[in-house]
C-alpha cells in the first residue's frame, strides 16, 4: 500500500542568496519535514557597501531556527560564491556535507582555517546514488571549470527536482574529471520531473557557451609573438579549467612555468588525484638567477589577486622584479564588489610601462548560454522551470529561453529571496513572501555577527563625521571643574563651528548639572542623555547626524 504521508507531502522551495544578485548562493529545498540545502556561497560587497566589510553571506535564520530538519548540505564545486559561506553557517548547525572528493579537500582546508570541527563530509561520485534523509539523491556529472562538479536529482513523490548546476555543453575531448553526461537528465523524464532549476549567469548569450569559453587557443598564440619575453599570467586559482589550459599551453611550447603563488602550488598537488600531473623539468622557481623567458602564473581570488599584481607591478614585493619589458596578460574577468581594485591594478601596469593584454573579454565563462540551457530542458521536460543564479534581468532572460520552448508563463517561477514556491499533487499552489531576509556581512574573521553595528558606525563617520565631548567634574561634589572641550571630524568645517561648539558645551553643562540637582546623575545615563541631546539639537540646526561621543571624567581634588 503506498505511503499516504508520502503522496501528500508539500514541497517548499526558496533561496536565502543568489537571486537578483551575483554570488551568495543557497537554495533550500523543503519536502515535508526535511530541509535540503544546495549550496553556501559568498559574495564580495560593492563599492558603496564595502566600508572594510570583507564578503556578505546569507541570512541562515531560517535554517537556525529549523536546524532539526536539514538533511544534508549539498555543495556542487569548489567555487567561494556555492561554499564560501560554509563555516558561517556550521558555526550555528550542525549538519552533513556531500561533495566531490576534490570540493570536499577544499571545504576542509576551509573549515580548518575557521577552526570548525567535527563536520562530517561524505564525498560522492559522480553517477552515485545515495539516500540523505528520506530521499534519493541523484548525482549526475557536468562539465564546469572545477573537475569533478555535479547537477543533482531529489526523487520525491511529485516527481524530481533537478538542480542541473553550473554547465555547460562540450562534446570535445576532455578528462573524466570534466566529461559531463547529459543522458542521466534524460532518464529523469521517465519518472517526471516536477522542478528544474537552473543557472541564469550566461542567459544572456545566445549560441553555446563552447567552444568559446577555451583560452588556450588565444594564449598559444601570445606564448608565440612573445617567445623570448617574460609573461606575468593573472588567473583565478578556483577557474582550475583554465588553470589547466594555461599549463598545458606552456607545456606544448616547452615554456617553463613559474607557480607564484602558494593557492596555485596547493592546486597541482591537489590535482594529481585527479590523475593530472606537470612535468618537473617545465617548473622554474624564483631562485632561477635567468627567469627572462619565463611565463609567471599568478593565482589568487578577488580582491587579493588586485592587489597582488598592482604590487608586484609597483615592485612592491621581493622575489621578483617587474620591468617595462614584461607582458601583463589578464584573463581574469572583473567580478562584482572589485571593479574598483581591478581598476587601480589596469591603472598601476600602465604607469610602470609593462604590455597589458586583456584575454577574459575573448572568451565566455563556464556558464549555460541560451542552447545549452534549451537542451537541459529538452531532455528532463520538466512540468515547472526555475531559474536561478543571477540578475534579475538574466533570471528573465532564463525564462524567457523556456518561452521559446513553448513553456506557459504559469509554468515559469522567478523567485526572490525569501520567495517561497510551494508544490502539492504535483501542482504549484502558492508563490509567497514569507522571509525578511538580511545580509550577514563579515568584517575580518572575529565578530562576524556584529559587523553590521560596525558598517552601520563607519557609515555615519563617512558621511556625517564624528564630534566627541569631554568634561572634567569633582568626583565628590560632581561640579564641573575642567571644560568642556568640543572636537569635530568630517561634520562642519571648523570656522562655522564655533556657535555649534558653543552651544553644545551648554548643552552638555546644563544636562549634568540639572542631574546633579535632581540627584539622578550616574555617569552612563547622564553621558548618553548628552549624546541624545546633542544629537537632536545637531539634526535641527545643519541636518546631520553625527558619531556622538561623551565623556565625563571624574577626577579626585
Known amino acids: 500500500m503506498p505511503n499516504v504521508a508520502a503522496i501528500h507531502e508539500k514541497i517548499r522551495i526558496f533561496s536565502l542568496g543568489g537571486l537578483d544578485e551575483d554570488g551568495k548562493n543557497m537554495y533550500c529545498i523543503e519536502i515535508g519535514n526535511q530541509i535540503y540545502i544546495i549550496e553556501a556561497g559568498i559574495k564580495f560587497p560593492d563599492e558603496k557597501e564595502s566600508l572594510g566589510i570583507e564578503y556578505i553571506v546569507p541570512d541562515f535564520t531560517y535554517l537556525i531556527e529549523n536546524k532539526d530538519k536539514i538533511a544534508g548540505i549539498i ?9 564560501g559561506a560554509l563555516p558561517y553557517l556550521l558555526k550555528n548547525i550542525k549538519a552533513d556535507i556531500y561533495s566531490s572528493p576534490l570540493t570536499a579537500k577544499c571545504i576542509r582546508r576551509l573549515l580548518s582555517k575557521e577552526k570548525i570541527k567535527n563536520v562530517q563530509i561524505h564525498e560522492v561520485k559522480r553517477h552515485d546514488q545515495k539516500r540523505i534523509g528520506k530521499h534519493k539523491v541523484i548525482f549526475f556529472p557536468i562539465t564546469h571549470s572545477v573537475p569533478e562538479a555535479f547537477g543533482i536529482a531529489i526523487s520525491t513523490s511529485q516527481g524530481f527536482i533537478v538542480y542541473s548546476g553550473e554547465f555547460i555543453e562540450d562534446y570535445t575531448a576532455l578528462s573524466d574529471a570534466y566529461r559531463g553526461d547529459f543522458t542521466t537528465p534524460a532518464q529523469f523524464r521517465n519518472e517526471g520531473v516536477l522542478v528544474l532549476m537552473q543557472d541564469s549567469k550566461g542567459a544572456d548569450r545566445s549560441g553555446h557557451t563552447a567552444p568559446d569559453h ?51 602550488r596547493q592546486l597541482v598537488e591537489d590535482l594529481k588525484d585527479i590523475g593530472y600531473t606537470i612535468p618537473k623539468s617545465i617548473i622554474a622557481n624564483s631562485n632561477q638567477t635567468d627567469l627572462s623567458n619565463v611565463v609567471v602564473l599568478i593565482g589568487g581570488t578577488g580582491k587579493s589577486l588586485m592587489s597582488l599584481l598592482s604590487n608586484i607591478c609597483n615592485n612592491e614585493v621581493d622575489d621578483i622584479d617587474f620591468t ?9 574577468p572583473v ?13 598601476d601596469i600602465y604607469k610602470e610601462g609593462g604590455e597589458v593584454i586583456m584575454l577574459d573579454s575573448q572568451t565566455r565563462s563556464m556558464h ?10 529538452f531532455a528532463t521536460r520538466p512540468k515547472y522551470y526555475l531559474p536561478v543564479k543571477g540578475e534579475y534581468r538574466k533570471l528573465v532572460m532564463n525564462a524567457n529561453v523556456a518561452l521559446e520552448m513553448d513553456y506557459s508563463p504559469s509554468e515559469i517561477v522567478i523567485l526572490d529571496n525569501g520567495q517561497v514556491a510551494t508544490f502539492e499533487n504535483k501542482k504549484l499552489r502558492s508563490c509567497s513572501m514569507e522571509m525578511d531576509l538580511h545580509e550577514n556581512l563579515i568584517d575580518g574573521k572575529e565578530g562576524w555577527d556584529m559587523a553590521g553595528v560596525v558598517l552601520k558606525d563607519r557609515e555615519i563617520l563617512s558621511t556625517d563625521g564624528v564630534m566627541i565631548l569631554a568634561i572634567g567634574i569633582d568626583s565628590k561634589t560632581k561640579k564641573i571643574i575642567n571644560g568642556p572641550d568640543v572636537q569635530t571630524r568630517g561634520l562642519v568645517y571648523l570656522k562655522e563651528a564655533e556657535y555649534l561648539n558653543s552651544d553644545v558645551s551648554k548643552i552638555m553643562e546644563q544636562t549634568i548639572e540639572d542631574a546633579v540637582k535632581n540627584r539622578t546623575y550616574n555617569n552612563l545615563d547622564t553621558r548618553n542623555e548628552i549624546r541624545d541631546k546633542v544629537a537632536r539639537y545637531l539634526f535641527n540646526k545643519i541636518g546631520k547626524k553625527p558619531m556622538i561621543l561623551s565623556v565625563i571624567l571624574e577626577i579626585n581634588t
Do not use: W
Request: charged share 25%.
Open 75 to 83: 555543495i556542487t564545486h569548489a567555487h567561494d560564491d556555492v561554499m
Open 214 to 264: 577555451r583560452i588556450a587557443p588565444h594564449f598559444a598564440n601570445i606564448l608565440e609573438r612573445y617567445e623570448n619575453k617574460r609573461i606575468f599570467v593573472s588567473v583565478y586559482t578556483q577557474s582550475i579549467f583554465r588553470v589547466q589550459e594555461l599549463i598545458d599551453t606552456c607545456i606544448s611550447f616547452n615554456r617553463k612555468i613559474l607557480l607564484y603563488t602558494e593557492e596555485l
Open 324 to 332: 617595462p619589458e614584461d607582458v601583463i596578460v589578464l584573463t581574469t
Open 335 to 347: 567580478l562584482p564588489g572589485v571593479e574598483r581594485e581591478f581598476k587601480q591594478m589596469e591603472n
Open 368 to 377: 549555460p548560454s541560451q542552447e545549452d540551457l534549451k537542451m537541459m530542458i
